[in-house]
């Protein structure tokens, strides 16, 4: 293990810990808690954009159904990288400071797959709108939830740092095909006019 992946996790997980930034963490880490969130965005993007906002909305829910498939079944059994938290059953008792305040996970680390579905979300949406500077502010909550998974000791920084790079590069290929099948048989002009 790099000592530096370390040395971040502790950071995180330990140095900046706090009894109230738990309960923040816990709560932002947890999807259920940004279904509503996710509601109300989809159906501003429908609300605005009819039928093609109805593609984009379905475009966005099958990237991030394709990207935790490949997270959780492919990449994490491949790599098979025990999560930090499994570290504290080392009877050494050299990883006894990792924090789990949200209870240990099983299976593996590496990637996220929290990390690889926002950035993959995010990415999407911010490029089939290039012209909505705004909508970089994405960026936050989708790092925001990327780091509680520091945080909560449930992921090495590398498992995180890694799996935005997935997620963006799964975004931005998925935002090239969805305009390759607008411009086929759809207008994409209203896309690039907003």
């Known amino acids: 293990m790099n000592p530096f992946d370390f040395a971040i996790l502790q950071f995180i997980n330990v140095t900046l810990s706090a009894p109230w930034l738990d309960h923040a963490m816990?709560?932002?880490?947890?999807?259920r808690n940004w279904v509503p969130v996710y509601i109300v965005a989809f159906a501003f993007v429908i609300f605005k954009y009819k039928w093609t906002g109805v593609?984009?909305?379905?475009?966005?829910?099958l990237l991030v159904g394709l990207t935790d498939l490949?997270?959780?079944?492919?990449?994490?059994?491949?790599?098979a990288r025990p999560r930090p938290c499994s570290l504290l059953a080392?009877?050494?008792?050299?990883?006894?400071?990792?924090?789990t305040p949200d209870g240990v996970r099983l299976?593996?680390?590496?990637?996220s797959s929290h990390a690889v579905n926002n950035f993959a979300g995010?990415?999407?949406?911010?490029?089939?709108?290039?012209?909505?500077?705004?909508?970089?502010?994405?960026?936050?909550?989708?790092?925001?939830?990327?780091?509680?998974r520091i945080y909560l000791g449930l992921h090495y920084p590398s498992d995180v740092f890694t799996g935005m790079l997935i997620g963006a590069a799964a975004g931005w290929g998925f935002a090239k095909l969805f305009g390759v099948v607008e411009?086929?048989?759809?207008?994409?002009s209203k896309?690039?006019?907003?």
């Open 70 to 79: 490949l997270t959780n079944r492919i990449l994490k059994e491949i790599v």
């Open 90 to 99: 080392d009877p050494s008792g050299a990883y006894s400071w990792i924090r």
């Open 55 to 61: 593609r984009m909305v379905v475009a966005c829910l």
């Open 191 to 194: 896309i690039e006019t907003s």
């Open 183 to 188: 411009k086929k048989y759809f207008s994409l």
């Open 107 to 111: 299976g593996y680390s590496f990637p």
């Open 122 to 148: 995010v990415v999407f949406f911010i490029l089939l709108f290039p012209k909505v500077k705004k909508l970089l502010w994405l960026f936050v909550p989708a790092t925001i939830v990327a780091l509680t």
């Open 26 to 31: 816990i709560f932002l880490t947890n999807v």
